[in-house]
């Protein structure tokens, strides 16, 4: 697949096949992927936990609240992407142009890791809805937990969906 189609087949998966494990040369390449990810000043402020069984099953709960994400209960993985802080330049940059970096390093590298779930034949869906102190309670983390990403196979019956999206003379001008 090369990135266009990547990005054409690349969708929140919200239908997993609960009874087919991810296998660990799959999550090795999506692993892989997240560590070539840019973030400013290469500081990598963050940190992938991999969550399989129990955990990942009390994490799933964990993203659960007010009866949202009922699905990925049903998802073996889930990539509980935490922070860490910001290297030395990063933070002086951040604070000095009034920018998130780490959002933006957070947000790459979950992009990073769902379309090399997709170049993989996995299905995933990013997870902002979580319990920040659940997560790390379960998983003994320090950093706040930004996102959760479950990891699964589609089911059979999981189609491609049309792209709703801004026509692109709305989401892009040139000047
Ligand atoms: C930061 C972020 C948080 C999200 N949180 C959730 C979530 O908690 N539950 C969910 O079902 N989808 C969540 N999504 C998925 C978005 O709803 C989805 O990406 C968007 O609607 C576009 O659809 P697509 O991913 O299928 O192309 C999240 C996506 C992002 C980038």
Known sequence: MNFTEIAQNRQSCRKYDGTKAVEQEKLDAILNAAQLSPSACNGQPYHVTVCTGDTAAAVAKATQGMGMNKFVSDAPVQLVI????????????????HNDYRSIDIGIVAAYITAEATAQGLGSCI?????????????????????????????????LRVKKRKDLDELVSYK
């Open 82 to 97: 935490s922070e860490k802080p910001y290297c030395r330049t990063a933070a002086v940059g951040s604070k000095l142009k």
């Open 127 to 159: 997870l902002g809805w979580l319990d920040s102190e659940k997560i790390k309670s379960i998983c003994d983390l320090d950093g706040d937990i930004r996102l959760v990403i479950c990891l699964g196979y589609a089911s059979a019956d999981d189609k």
